[in-house]
């Protein structure tokens, strides 16, 4: 049974950054490239970054998040890692791990039938 749990959520300033961690079990996450998604309150889940099976092969960013988060994978502890800098108000939701995205350059087009979700994590930024 596959598994992604996030952490690392909660209240952060504007400005100020916040580190999310995802780890997955039950799979071998090497064989999955990997994504964070959020979900706005009342809306749909949409991807925010994601990072191939083999980082070489490269990451993809949201233009809203671009410059300013970052994604790694670190497959021998199975985690992977969303660094947010420079938060903002509109960075509010709740952001999940996914595996099995198809990541390309469009996060329109990074869900998939099979993709498996952790249960996310509250991200709030707010003065």
């Known amino acids: 049974q596959l598994k992604l749990v996030e952490s690392g959520g909660g209240l952060v300033q504007p400005g100020g950054s916040m580190k999310l961690s995802c780890a997955a079990s039950g799979f071998t996450m090497d064989h999955y490239a990997m994504a964070w998604f959020r979900q706005f309150p009342g809306k749909e889940r949409e991807g925010v970054s994601c990072i191939n099976i083999n980082a070489r092969a490269g990451t993809n960013y949201d233009d809203s998040v671009k410059g300013r988060f970052t994604i790694s994978r670190d497959n021998t502890k199975r985690m992977v890692y969303l660094q947010m800098n420079d938060l903002k108000p509109e960075d509010t939701a709740v952001y999940y791990c996914?595996?099995?995205?198809?990541?390309?350059?469009?996060?329109?087009?990074?869900?998939?039938?099979?993709?498996?979700w952790g249960q996310g994590t509250q991200v709030t930024v707010s003065s």
């Open positions: 996914a595996a099995n995205v198809e990541c390309i350059p469009s996060p329109v087009y990074w869900i998939n039938p099979d993709i498996s």
